[in-house]
């Protein structure tokens, strides 16, 4: 999402019967941009260490481990992306009609429990010395979830396209969605459940021009990702995928299909 104007502190996105908002702290705003790297490399972390509490001993270390410039600026910027995460509540459900009731549906959850990370506030110092370790503990909902349902993408490919935050949009979703695909599939862009819905914004909200960014995307994806699957339908209205994976376990890989690296 982009950086919601005039001190707006909720976002919310609807697909169909479902709907998702995003409610930010008073002092912190909510979450934009780049901030999606943060939960996505925690959640990362979290699945290779198999713990609730990610350490990084040093300042150098987090900023690596995020693909940032090891510099006093990146950190204050990597700490403020922290703080919006930290301060998020996520709320998410449907909204159904019978022939008789409307049923809504709400659950919501934050992505941390607890986190100590320092910082200098002087900006012109240096990042603070090695006996300052940042901590960060996940929630117990967003813990439970990375470890029952990891998405398998590559660390390097989210730290190229940190930048494009479109492009790591549809990255993670095609990383997911052609996973767990039993065979081709078809998804429509358009409609109440089309993908536009999912990853457009009111910039691509018109079907051509979505549709010609999103071919865009998916030229960028490929340069990553050379086999990936997905296409655009000859007709321009769905995108068709097919059982890949972007990447491989340490041993044999995940499902025996080939991941792509970057270098």
Not at 97 to 104: M, N, P, Q, S
Not at 173 to 202: D, M, N, T, V
Request: hydrophobic residues 45%; glycine residues 8%.
């Amino acid at each position: 999402m982009r950086r919601l104007r005039g001190g707006q502190l909720l976002y919310e996105r609807r697909n169909g019967h479902f709907v998702l908002q995003v409610s930010g702290h008073p002092e912190y705003g909510v979450p934009f941009g780049q901030d999606r790297i943060v939960p996505i490399f925690l959640a990362t972390l979290a699945v290779r260490q198999q713990s609730q509490t990610i350490r990084f001993k040093t300042a150098i270390e987090m900023l690596s481990s995020f693909g940032m410039h090891t510099g006093g600026k990146e950190y204050r910027r990597l700490i403020a992306a922290f703080e919006r995460i930290f301060g998020a509540t996520m709320f998410f459900g449907t909204d159904a009609a019978t022939a008789r009731a409307k049923v809504v549906q709400r659950s919501r959850f934050n992505f941390l429990r607890e986190a100590q990370l320092w910082y200098n506030r002087n900006a012109d110092q240096a990042l603070c010395p090695r006996e300052f370790e940042n901590v960060v503990v996940l929630s117990d909902e967003f813990y439970q979830e990375v470890i029952s349902h990891p998405i398998p993408v590559d660390l390097d490919a989210v730290k190229v396209l940190a930048s494009a935050p479109a492009v790591l949009d549809l990255l993670m979703w095609l990383s997911y969605r052609c996973f767990f695909a039993k065979g081709e599939e078809s998804i429509p862009i358009f409609g109440s459940f089309g993908l536009a819905h999912q990853i457009g914004s009111i910039e691509y909200s018109r079907p051509r021009r979505f549709r010609a960014m999103l071919e865009q995307w998916l030229e960028t994806i490929r340069t990553l990702w050379p086999e990936c699957p997905a296409r655009i339908s000859a007709d321009g209205e769905s995108v068709v995928i097919a059982r890949a994976a972007s990447v491989l376990s340490r041993a044999e890989g995940i499902g025996g299909v080939r991941p792509f690296r970057v270098r």
